[in-house]
């Protein structure tokens, strides 16, 4: 409920009805942007409107406000607006409105250039004839015809075997693009439409490639003979990652998933709720006589895997999660009850709040960062299994103990295909450490948030080999050019020449390939050195394949969504090309600036995807706070009734103690950032002529970490700012994997749904929705950007945090937080995770959070509906949305039900549309595009012709090998992705 939980107290508002009456003199009217409705107060017109919960109220610029009442205070949103006398606006100031407004009945009266612009609560609606600027769809609503979910790619490039095919994903167009390969040029041959978001591409043979699509939960077979095609798609798990195969003849495929999501039928939502059970799947399919279901799905105890290897004998499988951990975990609050390590205050002395403390396991203790031993506090064990072996022939996963120690974050293995020595590319957080900022009197990960690492994994042993070992790290120095020079950022995929001598590696982060004679890495006896490095000017290499002896690299650019090629023998760049790319240019100019170590720190180790990866969470905790940072006032705007509590000021503490990371996504429309909303985005700023969000401005105010956290000598420039700003903005949640597909809810989803809008479970006075906004249409999915006042065990203030990843937070349990009922008798079980719920992580399950004392549930099953609507949470992006089906005249009636369902979602109209349905593929020999004009009318790729039922549509998939495979994409998708690619307004067909 709750992003915190609470022990406050209360003030009781009237319930009243809010009119606003605005009156001005002749002039133009305000232009601004807002993320919700917005209702002016205009200079040319007068007009009287009923505002209600969600609603904006701008007090214009250079206005002043006075209360003739002799009232204590005006709150409007939480914010006091009057105090004694007047408040004078600097500046353009917005309001949100919601119920349970004000402390009385009062007017107030607004003053600008000489005018009175009264402003009158509780009085009926009186329409006088004056036009009000109609609502607008609120920007996170409104996708235009591009939704950017930043899916990380792994595995984008493969070659045929025969060696005259390169195949690369091209994830923002949802293609899979075929080059003839002729020396060192490279000609386009086909472009095939597969899912959304492919993120890996690995081939079976020179007439057959599999595609892993991440945001459609797919994959896409393609058949490469002929004209190629997608022969058939597979339904698997959530948001899967990458792909290979392996066993005899390279029989299976083994594809990592995330163990959830609609299609995988042995998946419960109970499991979830249940301690000791893996997150991670391995599905295995029979690659040689394909059928829908898999041969098995593989559970392995760690969370959302990613990088597959195979051995060079083929017979064993290497699978790593993604986000590994590394051993650390929070104490609570309660527990550490601040005894903590210095300093204890600011450096004016104002005390720090009471926090928790982040420790890491040693090898037998659980310690902080000055070695005091909390080992009593933690009720669990982080085995932290990292690279799993899987039998290739059985399908099964190995007896062996799974390796630990590796990183963590991973992000691609490869094998020597000579020594069998595996490779792991990875990142490895140094979260223990607290603080940023440059005292040197005190810790700061300043600079050095993480080691960019390669983990050579040798006969068992587990050999983590620093990349940059070159650098010293200075807190508050810089790093001389020739030494930035030498550094690797985020490594990702490897490769290792035909003889096993040297190793290739992608640097993301510094936009290079590098290279390493293998003996010298394994040995860790090698010397960061640009004469074994080559950058790429595409920028953001993110995967690497070569020819049969090596000759030549391909590497995908995924800054410019291209392929550069480098002749091995010099390490020169022969040749480039770009894929055809949909993505807006505030997508393409602000991406560098989340990866690019090189530009957005001084010594190029480390940018904010080290832990934003992808833009999203690295499932970690921080504590960033800045020893040499200052109190400053909490501005932001406060649920009424959670902000006149006594026991102090309203204020942010520089030390704010442990911190998960927050995602990126769906930032857009949310109004204030960080947990505390300590960017609190009220310096609004305009921009191409329209006031920018209050996102938009908080995020800006991120800025100053380049410095103090990334370690660059000055921040980014205000355009660069803006770059990266305008490109955060588009970064959208993806699907809910727990929701159905049909966007319904299960009894006990629905009770809980029920139960959150109109039960007063907190504290007996307050609904979830009452500080939770959840209003859909208005594009608020858990917060309207509001801040509440805490209490009790936790000592800070917080914004209202929303709801939509939860599900994605699961995997520790027997936690130390207050309420927590798992009950092991004080045994010590094995988890996958060292931080859950709330701000710092430290409550064990959403169980235990309503359990506190605060929420009054009368029984369990009230917990348990509630805990299951927080994983089935609403999006605005809708659970259909990637979902695809392939039919061809022999599976028809098949697939009709699957279809009928697509079909349906695409048909839900208002301001939530769900998806829009495409069909694209093979029909009469020719590639083709449709887009479906609910109920079940098909508009072709081509202008001429007329448009096709649903029945006509099918009928012509007779033909055999035809297929039409149909892609749920967002809404505004759907004609550039079915029949208008470059949006030039001539139909693909037309161009042909």
Known sequence: MKGVLMYRWFVALAILVVTIVACSNSGDSDQTNNDNDEFRLPEQYCTEVTLSQGDILNIPQGASLSVPNALDEIQVGGLFIWRENSFQQTENFFIPLTANEFTGQASIQVVQNDVIIPLVFDIPLVSNGCDLEPPRKPSNLDFGDYVNFESGQVRPLAITPAGDRLLAVNTPDAKLEIFAIDGVQLQLTASVAVGLDPVAVAVRNDSEAWVVNHISDSISIVDLTGEPRVLRTLQVGDEPRDIVFAGDNNSRAFISTARRGQNNSEFDESELTTPGLGRADIWVFDAETVTDEPLNILTLFADTPRALAVSADQKTVYAAPFMSGNQTTVIDQLIVDNDKPAPLTSLDGTEQPDTGLIVKYNGSRWIDEEGTDWSSAVNFNLPDYDVFSIDANTATQSSSVPLTGVGTTLFNMTVNP??????????????????????????????????????????????????????????????????????????????????????????????????????????NSFQPDVNNQLVLPGGGPSGLVSNDDASLLYVMTRFNNGITIVRTSDHTIVGEVTLFNPEPQSVVDGRPFLYDASITSDNGANSCGSCHVFGDMDSLAWDLGDPGGEVIPDTNPFIPGTKSIPGGPLEFHPLKGPMTTQTLRGLDGHGSQHWRGDRTGQNRAMVNGELESVAAAAFKEFNPAFVGLIGRSEQ?????????????????????????????????????????????????IFTCHDCHVLIPEKGFFGTDGRSSKEGGRVSQNFKVPHERNLYQKVGMFNGTVEGDGDGNGGAKPDQMRGFGFLHDGSVDTLDSFFHSSVFSFDSQSLIDDMVSFMFAFDNNIAPIVGQQVTVNGANKAAKSVRLTLLMERASVTGVLEECDLIARGIVNGERRGYLLVPPSTFVPDKKSESALSYSDLLSALDTTGEALTFTCVPPGSGNRMALDRDRNSIYNRDEN
Do not use: C
């Open 716 to 764: 980014l420039s205000d355009s660069d700012m803006q770059l990266f700003t305008d490109f955060s903005m588009t970064i959208v949640q993806p699907p809910n994997p727990i929701r159905a597909l049909d966007n319904s809810l299960t009894q006990s989803q629905q009770n809980g749904r029920t139960n959150y809008f109109d039960s007063e479970l907190d504290s007996g």
């Open 418 to 523: 000579v020594s069998g020595v595996l490779y792991v590319s990875n990142t490895e957080a140094r979260n223990q450490v607290r603080f940023e900022g440059m005292l040197t009197d005190f810790s700061s990960v300043r600079g050095h948030i993480a080691e960019n690492r390669i983990t050579v994994i040798k006969n068992d042993q587990v050999m983590p080999i620093h990349l940059n070992k070159h650098l010293l790290f200075s807190q508050t120095g810089t790093t001389e050019a020739a030494e930035k020079a030498k550094t690797l950022s985020q490594p990702m995929e490897m490769l290792v020449t035909p003889d096993g001598s040297r190793l290739y590696v992608v640097a993301f982060g510094s936009n290079k390939i590098a290279w390493f004679d293998t003996k010298a890495l394994e040995g």
